[in-house]
């Protein structure tokens, strides 16, 4: 903790004259050009950070320590408990292998400004890729690898990728997932084609190659050149990454380069309290932002060492996999999701996994990606004794919303919430009709524009959906989440007040999978919750109503939903459970009254709402719901 800042002085710089802030904390980066302007505000509610300035991601993130003399020092340790595997990639190394991966791009033909998705395990090859793309100014855009062909197919056909990159297999717990098949799946069924695919194979499955189509990753790397980084627009795309919005059609959220390099670098120091040289370990997937923010850019952007660790918290081989890592690698900040730690509990209540190690060396355990529960933070904190930092942000933004910054001011913890807004973020609470409410009342979470650097300039080439997010509100960002401030003005995220629902740190779309369950052709019409769970947060839980006429069992109906949510969404959603009904709770205008039925399957309390249009379906939910082990009072 820094004994000359206080969070109130630089809480209010940061909104207050954002330029000045933000132009100082551009000074930490490497830049080709100088930006002409800090903030761009000429095309509001579109705000572009350090305008007219140009530099390179990949550059910052390797050529620049290996020039500043961190060389030797390790950039990557691969910590693989599924292939038993662990390996050290020092900054020198990765630079050399990135620069000709780099020129293996350039040789099949992708230039500054193409997209590239890469669809990969947890495996070195996947960061390089990343910074590979980086590199030549091309735009990554990452699919996580427990996404089914159809989803991959629908992020093809909206990013138009003129190659794809993936691996042979990855290695699940204790499966071994064969890439390929769906790799081959997904470009069968997308409409854009790629030209390319690049195949890294891995020794546990060798993936049949296409002729014409599929190229080897180790046989171009062979004849490769490396190439220099070239310049980029601050305002230029870095990647674009998916995101479950309310519909079934993700959101492309695209990240600009600039603000990116600025807000992460920013944050290693200020949020994490960690420094250059020193181990940062995010255990989460590159496939999500915590990945591209925490595994990837900010940990290399900042001279840190970072682990990429292929593995479970549970399982691989037991609840002590977190601790080994911890002590084998001198892990200094631990960032993950309650859910890992809430598997840790289940398995290892009394922490004996944990005194078998020493870890001795963890500063800090920073948790985000749904909210930290307070037996899960009392459980943790016991059994650390170190600070267990609840902070909270989104895909969307890139980096936290709200945090104890340890950097900064360390605030004394209050077990359910992420503490205070970040520098740069003006986090209010609103009411329904727009008007902001005063501490303690609890509402709509809303950020006042402009967003600071590092969040989302906009959705990948969809201006018009971006817009959603700041014209509901004019003035503001809306976040999606409902919460209040306390009497001190620490932040409370109490949970979406949309249809997004996250499912062990995993966000994912009701609608998306409402979508799918439609599809059945015995299925009417449908309704899918989010149902509290003691170990995932939330898992979705199905209502279906089945066309007149149909005469089959209901529990051949659900297994078949449950088999096709798992085949077009992925085994990831957890949709294991469904009841099917009479009718489905609704007003009568026709809209269902999902909150109703949410408290109905939490087993909460709730009331009847005035505008039901037949309120005896409500008891009929109640008890289908008890019956599928859902609605039971707490
Ligand atoms: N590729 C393919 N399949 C995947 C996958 C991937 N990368 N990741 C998950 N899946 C599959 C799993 O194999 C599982 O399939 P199954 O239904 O056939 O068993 C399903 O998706 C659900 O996976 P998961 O939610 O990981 O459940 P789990 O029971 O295997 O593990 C936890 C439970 C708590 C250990 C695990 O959810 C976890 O590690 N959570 C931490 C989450 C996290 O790091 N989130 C990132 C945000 S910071
Ligand atoms: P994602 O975009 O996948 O990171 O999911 C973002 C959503 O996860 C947020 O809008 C919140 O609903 C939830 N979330 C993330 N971190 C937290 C947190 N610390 N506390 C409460 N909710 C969180």
Redesign the pocket.
Known sequence: MSDSLKYKDVYEQSINQPDVFWGKAAQAVQWTKKWDKVLDDGKKPFYLWFAGGELNTCFNALDYHVESGRKDQVAIIYDSPVTNTVKKITYGELLDKVAKFAGVLTGVGVMKGDTVIIYM?MIPEAMMAMLACARIGAVHSVV???FAPNELAIRIDDAKPKIIISASC?I??K?T?AYKPLLDEAINIAVHKPQKSIIYQRPQVKADLIAGRDLDWEELMQTAKAVPSVPVAATDPLYILYTSGTTGKPKGVMRDNGGHAVALKWSMKHIYDIKPGEVFWA???VG?V?GHSYIVYAPLLYGCTTVLYEG???GTPDPGAFWRVISQHGVSVLF??P??FR?IKKEDPNGDYLKKYDISCLRYLFL??ERLDPDTYHWASGMLKIPVIDHWWQTETGWPIAANCMGIEQFPIKAGSPTKPVPGYNVQIQDMDGKTLPNGEEGAVVIKLPLPPGCLPTLWKDDKRYLEYVTERPGYYVTGDGGRFDLDGYIYIMGRIDDVIN????RLSTGAMEEIVSKHPDVAECAVLGADDQ??GQVPVGFVVLKAGVDRKPEEIVAELVQMVRQEL???A?FKEAAVVKALPKTRSGKILRSTMRKIVDGKDYVVPSTIDDPAVLPAIAQSAKIIGYGKKK
């Open positions: 395990p996580f690898g427990g990855g699940e717990g499966k997932l255990a989460s997937d999500w915590v479970k918290p549970v993950t999701a859910t890992a598997a985000a990606g499912v062990a740190g995993h170990l995932k992925g085994a990831l957890c």
